[in-house]
């Protein structure tokens, strides 16, 4: 097998925590065994919602926008991200993104190469369908 180029031309999707997702390297896309990859699109004055990557690792690159972190046991700790800041969140660590006043764009990488399989939401979805208050 060799390599597999994606192009922007497929749509992305919402992902279950919240934001949109382009389409990326995962299982689904390319066939990933290891590894998923993607850029995720978070509209300004939002809040992702709270959840956990059950038993895989992730990796956040901030490619635009300054936005906070939200991490930690009831979700407690808060740390500023900005454009070429880079972030580490083990395996089963709640976290969630909380913007301000500009949109965010930020590149995933987690060591599960399906795309949403190992994300669990902390509380159920609002009514709306959409990201839950949590403040």
């Known amino acids: 097998m060799g390599c597999v180029i994606l192009r922007r031309e497929k749509a992305g999707y919402e992902g ?3 934001g949109v997702f382009s389409q990326g390297v995962s299982a689904e896309s390319v066939g990933a065994r290891g590894l998923c990859m993607h850029v995720l699109h978070i509209p300004p004055h939002s809040k992702g919602e709270p959840h956990v990557h059950a038993g895989h690792e992730s990796a956040i690159y901030v490619i635009s ?6 991490h930690g046991e009831d979700l407690a700790q808060h740390d500023t991200l900005r454009p070429g800041d880079m972030v580490y969140v083990p395996a089963d660590l709640p976290h969630m993104p909380v913007t ?3 949109p965010v764009t930020v590149v995933v990488a987690r060591t599960d190469p399906h795309e949403q399989e190992s994300v669990h ?3 159920p979805r609002d009514e709306s369908g959409g990201p839950g208050d949590g403040r």
């Open 65 to 70: 926008g300054t936005h906070e972190i939200w």
């Open 16 to 18: 279950k925590q919240g």
């Open 100 to 102: 301000g006043e500009e």
């Open 121 to 123: 939401l902390l509380r």
